[in-house]
Every structure is written in C-alpha cells, then in structure tokens.
C-alpha cells in the first residue's frame, strides 16, 4: 500500500526547535520530489517546501525562508522538515506529499494524514 | 508570488446539481494548475492536474478547464461524497500558492 506517515509533531515552545519526520512506503521513494504542506486550525492549504529526488533542488515559501528546513534520506524512505525559531504561526497539521514526478516543480498527487504542531509556552 | 482566488467561497447546493467553482491566477500559469478534494479531518485528495487532467480513479463527474489566469472545476452531478472543501493550487511558479479553498455544503 502506498503510504506517507508523518511524526514528531506535538508541543513546542516558542523560540525553541521542532523536528518532523515522514516515512514512506508502497513506492519507490528515490523516484519522487516530495513536499510539506501545513493547514492552521480551521483555515487553507499552504504550501511550505518541497525538494527534488535527489536534494539537488529544494524550495520554499518566502514566509518560512531561512527558517524552516526540507530535506530527505533516500535509504531511509524518509522526509524531514526541520522548524527553528518556533513562532505562533507554525501552528498548524503538517502534511507529507509526494510530487508527481522527480522534478520538485510539478503537482502532488499523494497526501500523509498529518502531524500536528502546536506552538505555546 | 502568485496569488489564486477562488470563488464562491462556499457554496451550497443538493444533490444532482451542476457545480462550478472557479479559480483566478493574478498573472498567467500556463495550464500549471491542480484540484484537490479536503474533506474535515481528511488528507486531501488529487482530483485534477495540468488544469483539465483527470486524475486515475477520480469519477468523470468531475472535470477542470482553463488556461492562462482563470480556471473552472465542475461536478457534473454533484453526489453525497462530494459535500467537502476545494482548493486549487498553481505549479507554475517557485513559489506554489493554494487557492482559499471553496466548501460545498449541502443546500
């Protein structure tokens, strides 16, 4: 089965340092740009940052830039998003995604079913 | 970066009806545009890519039109596990922005 899993989220403080994981299965891993997408309590979609099959390319939103770090391990099946300086805006449901190809610039077509976030002190 | 305005922002309407929602570029993203399905407390789901892709395993009722800056989603016949959240999102660019997202409500 084709599967994304997100982890690690939970409590942080503000200013502090927070590590999320996902884990995937089902396909074959190395093939595929993969993405962070998170989603404020009640509010839309924003996307966050994505890297390309083989980290050569990574991107992000202008709000997260130099804050917020992508990056994968392809022997592990693994995606991480490194999140520093926590701020009251990261809280929010992270999602996992798969891009639908190698190449970090084209659509997702697969989804985890989140990590939650939540930042107080 | 690119803003994309979706409207109506909810939408209501009963079962069978003919749904459009539409989605608005603030300059031009080719055919670089996604639809996806949310419903409450689910992942989302691809429904279209490329603007008028249909995504495997999505039902025909569904479909995607446009070019350019506006974009049109339309559910044929809308059915009980259509009631959800829409949103759009644009490839085109570094920076891929979402629509708001449109609910459908039942009416």
């Known amino acids: 089965e084709v599967q994304l899993v997100e982890s690690g989220g939970g409590l942080g403080q503000p200013g502090r340092s927070l590590r999320l994981s996902c884990a995937a299965s089902?396909?074959?891993?190395?093939?595929?740009?993969m993405h962070w997408v998170r989603q404020a309590p009640g509010k839309g979609l924003e996307w966050v940052a994505g890297?390309?099959?083989?980290?050569?390319?990574?991107m992000y939103a202008d709000s997260v830039k130099g804050r917020l770090t992508i990056s994968r391990d392809n022997a592990k099946n693994a995606l991480y998003l490194q999140i520093n300086s926590l701020r009251p805006e990261d809280a929010a449901l992270y999602f996992c995604?798969?891009?639908?190809?190698?190449?970090?610039?084209?659509?997702?077509?697969?989804w985890g079913t989140g990590t939650t976030v939540t930042v107080s002190s | 970066d690119i803003q994309m305005t979706q409207s109506p922002s909810t939408l209501s309407a009963s079962v069978g009806d003919r749904v459009t929602i539409t989605c608005r570029a603030s300059q031009s993203i080719g055919a670089w545009l996604a639809w996806y399905q949310q419903k409450p407390g689910k992942a989302p789901k691809l429904l279209i890519y490329k603007a008028s892709s249909l995504e495997r395993g999505v039902p025909s009722r569904f479909s995607g039109s446009g070019s350019g800056t506006e974009f049109t989603l339309t559910i044929s016949s809308l059915q009980p596990d259509d009631f959800a959240t829409y949103y759009c999102q644009q490839y085109n660019s570094y920076s891929r922005t979402f629509g708001q997202g449109t609910r459908v409500e039942v009416k």
């Open positions: 089902g396909f074959i891993y190395d093939n595929y740009a």
């Open positions: 890297i390309s099959w083989n980290s050569g390319s990574t």
């Open positions: 995604a798969r891009g639908a190809s190698s190449s970090v610039y084209y659509y997702i077509d697969l």
